[in-house]
């Protein structure tokens, strides 16, 4: 018979538990035995409901109080020496102090940097090495987690984050580490993992490699063959290596040459690989197909995703083959069945991650010729239904889409005229200080919130309260000594959800949560149609904020390219048509603002690089379309107009051109974590125009020092003329506490005014 097999499950709970546990932890209103507890329940329902869908291969060590990766960091004693561990197994304290930082008790520590994990906005905490770097099996959560389900019933594959991927994952932090020296020292490691598995009673273990769908040199190849062929000696277990998130292309042969026992190849992202992955995977090997979609939530094409495996069953036979999602399910919201808010028609066109559970099974079993006709004939009709809905085309859309001309893609005048124009106008001072963008979204904001979706507020009602919450941040900016200020977003949920709710095409779940990082969890818009703008999104809120300071107020909006990427979108149409749907709506807010006296508007492209495909051959293609979708967004203004766009978490050397392409006035980008590693990539390419590099991480409690934040800048004007610098966070300080932000945004504005005094005479006289 084929396998219905999952390759990972959501974490987070059906209504993120995980999230409210976590923090609850962190803020010291629940115990660690409580906090393992609400674990171990949440884990046994997750084990469930896959044994319950049919699931035969159910995973266990997906499971994460913050991030697999960081997980790996654990499991094999990868601790920077910061953070002073003595070996042993690695406690809490010190896992959220590599994730978060750890400022009490006498420690002050800072976080690992962070970043996102491929092309998704899943962040994980990047891995660091130096000479210094030796690994020992330090966490016995794979193997605990292992008997936990093995004592409910259920025998479950243990995942773990493949060695190549690790390593390819993480930095060297010295010019003496060494790659090979690394893996060297790591192979043992997992080798005594699959051990103690094995005397667990373990069968098989999942290990996953999704850096063979990137462009990999002959070194890592190498490495690849030999960790395989020692690790396929270390124990009994039968290896399943998963690739995910693209296709193999020249590392098919690779990985079909490797000591495992199975490969796993995601056939949504890459249909097009099952060909050759069938004449290339020898005999004997058990093959496992992604056909269900793990990171979108659209429902399968039954008939198309089980002729699939039927090609596969003829070719190899029913008992080689596996049918799975294309990647873990982490990326998907976990139950439709709790969404209120949905109509009943968008429902059904609709899979979370527990309806995705049902495909995979009725996919494997019609695989084995044991095909449900009535589910099959349900799902023949809402596919048939979505797509001749009307709810779905626009002809006024479309029309204005064919309407995009290269001088709808321009400004009017190059940055270096623009810069002369906006100097006088804005009257700013060198190294001028400001933030990304949102302020503390405290719990009298979200109960407030809260209460007008209930209509426990009238209208009138709530944005009195919001207007006491906008001025009472703009007091404290001004107090604080902030250059450009910011309303503080308090009538904003989410930065992507809000702009969707006031779009056309958009749909809105009640309980689609899926992991960003750590305890954040976002809620994807789902869009299902054609994308324009009925009406101003945030005029009315960017027009009081001005009215209330005589300081330049920046308009807050998001750009196109994260709208698009921070959604669940139509996989009806190509993404680069949606996304210049939503950019000519942004076009639309922009002028407005414009209109409404607004001189500074960011739009942020938090995920331009994150869309990058995976593949440098394929870049360009998407560089083109994604770049002219913001420049769409931006070029409707005056020169008068300063355009400032914000990037976070992001590796910029390799497109670099694409983003000086852009265009924006400002950028703004992460630098504290990275320790302003990530100007490199401007500095070498010369960017011509202004930059702020981040020097306050808002993903960590801690408060950082005014020390801290100078050695940042003057790592900044070593390499970039001052009159380029903005000094500003990483990123927005929604999910900080007033208690840390004030004394931060204090420090980085002595910061700034500390590095003005100490610039030449004639720089700051020119100023």
């Known amino acids: 018979m084929v396998t219905a097999s999952n390759l990972g499950f959501p974490r987070i709970g059906a209504h993120r538990e995980l999230k409210k546990a976590v923090e609850a932890y962190w803020k010291g209103g629940m115990s660690e035995g409580e906090l393992m507890q609400m674990s171990k329940d949440l884990r046994k329902t997750h084990w469930q409901m896959q044994k319950d869908a049919g699931i035969e291969v159910i995973p266990s060590n997906d499971f994460s109080f913050y991030d697999q990766v960081l997980d790996t960091i654990a499991m094999v004693g990868a601790v920077p020496e910061r953070y002073n561990h003595k070996g042993g197994n690695i406690n809490l304290e010190t896992y959220f102090a590599m994730a978060?930082?750890?400022?009490?008790?006498?420690?002050?520590?800072?976080?690992?940097?962070?970043?996102?994990?491929?092309?998704?906005?899943?962040?994980?905490?990047?891995?660091?090495?130096?000479?210094?770097?030796?690994?020992?099996?330090?966490?016995?959560?794979a193997v605990d987690e292992f008997k936990e389900a093995k004592e409910q019933g259920i025998t479950t594959r243990p995942v773990v984050l493949g060695p190549l991927t690790f390593l390819t994952l993480g930095k060297l932090r010295d010019e003496e580490a060494d790659w090979k020296t690394l893996l060297t020292g790591l192979i043992p490691v997992y080798a005594e993992l699959l051990k103690q598995l094995e005397a667990a009673g373990a069968e098989s273990i999942q290990i996953d490699e999704p850096c063979l769908v990137l462009d990999i040199c002959e070194g890592t190849k190498e490495g690849f063959k030999h960790a395989y062929a020692e690790l396929s000696k270390a124990s009994g277990l039968k290896i399943m290596l998963a690739t995910y998130f693209g296709d193999l292309r020249d590392n098919l042969k690779l990985a079909c040459e490797l000591d495992i026992d199975g490969l796993h190849v995601d056939l949504v992202r890459a249909p097009e690989q099952l060909d050759d992955v069938l004449a290339a995977l020898p005999a004997g090997k058990a093959l496992s197909l992604g056909v269900i979609d793990g990171r979108n939530i659209w429902r399968a094409n039954l008939q198309e995703a089980s002729d699939t495996v039927k090609r596969a069953v003829a070719e190899r036979g029913a008992d080689d083959i596996l049918v799975g999602p294309s990647c873990s399910l982490l990326h998907s919201p976990v139950d439709l069945d709790n969404e209120p808010k949905l109509d009943d028609e968008l429902k059904s066109w609709l899979a979370f991650a527990k309806q995705k559970l049902h495909e995979i099974k009725l996919i494997a079993d019609a695989g084995a010729g044991n095909k449900d006709s009535a589910a099959f004939e349900e799902n023949r009709k809402a596919l048939e239904a979505r797509a001749s809905s009307d709810r779905i085309h626009n002809a006024w859309v479309k029309e204005r889409m064919g309407s995009i001309s290269d001088g709808m893609k321009n400004r009017k005048s190059p940055y270096e005229t623009r810069a002369k124009v906006q100097k006088p106008i804005l009257g700013l001072p060198l190294l001028p200080t400001t933030t990304i963008g949102s302020f503390p979204q405290t719990q009298e904001v979200r109960q407030a919130r809260a209460r007008f979706k209930k209509g426990e507020l009238t209208r009138e009602q709530y944005d009195e309260f919001l207007e006491k919450e906008t001025t009472n941040c703009i007091r404290i900016q001004e107090e604080i000594g902030l250059d450009v200020l910011v309303h503080g977003e308090f009538e904003r949920n989410d930065m992507v959800e809000y702009f969707g709710e006031k779009l056309s095409g958009f749909a809105f779940s009640?309980?689609?949560?899926?992991?960003?990082?750590?305890?954040?969890?976002?809620?994807?818009?789902?869009?299902?149609?054609?994308?324009?703008?009925?009406?101003?999104?945030?005029?009315?809120?960017?027009?009081?904020?001005?009215?209330?300071?005589?300081?330049?107020m920046k308009g807050m909006?998001?750009?196109?390219?994260?709208?698009?990427?921070?959604?669940?979108?139509?996989?009806?149409?190509?993404?680069?048509?949606?996304?210049?749907?939503?950019?000519?709506?942004?076009?639309?807010?922009?002028?407005?603002?414009?209109?409404?006296?607004?001189?500074?508007?960011?739009?942020?492209?938090?995920?331009l690089r994150e869309g990058l495909p995976l593949r440098k051959s394929d870049w360009q293609t998407y560089l083109n379309w994604a770049v002219d979708s913001f420049r769409i967004a931006a070029?409707?203004?005056?020169?008068?107009?300063?355009?400032?766009?914000?990037?976070?978490?992001?590796?910029?050397?390799?497109?670099?051109?694409?983003?000086?392409?852009?265009?924006?006035?400002?950028?703004?980008?992460?630098?504290?974590?990275?320790?302003?590693?990530?100007?490199?990539?401007?500095?070498?390419?010369?960017?011509?125009?202004?930059?702020?590099?981040?020097?306050?991480?808002?993903?960590?409690?801690?408060?950082?020092?005014?020390?801290e934040m100078e050695v940042l800048l003057e790592k900044a004007l070593e390499v970039l003329k001052p009159e380029q610098i903005w000094v500003n966070p990483d990123c927005g300080l929604k999910t900080r506490g007033w208690a840390e932000v004030r004394p931060a945004l204090e420090a980085m504005v002595a910061a700034a005014k500390a590095l003005r005094e100490r610039l030449p005479d004639d720089i700051r006289a020119s100023a």
């Open 510 to 552: 009640a309980n689609g949560w899926v992991q960003s990082y750590g305890s954040r969890c976002v809620k994807p818009p789902i869009i299902f149609g054609d994308v324009s703008r009925p009406e101003p999104m945030t005029v009315r809120w960017a027009e009081f904020a001005q009215s209330q300071t005589e300081l330049s």
């Open 100 to 141: 978060r930082g750890r400022q009490s008790g006498g420690v002050d520590v800072v976080a690992m940097e962070m970043t996102k994990w491929f092309d998704t906005n899943y962040h994980y905490i990047v891995p660091e090495f130096t000479k210094n770097t030796t690994f020992t099996l330090s966490s016995s959560k």
């Open 635 to 707: 070029s409707g203004v005056e020169d008068t107009t300063q355009i400032h766009t914000h990037m976070c978490y992001s590796e910029f050397n390799d497109i670099i051109e694409g983003v000086a392409r852009m265009d924006a006035d400002v950028i703004s980008i992460e630098t504290s974590r990275s320790a302003m590693e990530l100007l490199d990539a401007f500095v070498s390419f010369k960017y011509p125009n202004e930059i702020g590099p981040g020097v306050y991480d808002i993903h960590s409690p801690r408060v950082p020092k005014q020390s």
């Open 557 to 607: 909006l998001t750009g196109p390219v994260t709208i698009l990427q921070w959604s669940f979108v139509r996989n009806d149409q190509p993404e680069s048509e949606t996304c210049q749907q939503i950019a000519l709506a942004i076009r639309d807010e922009v002028v407005d603002l414009e209109k409404a006296g607004i001189r500074i508007i960011q739009i942020d492209e938090a995920a």
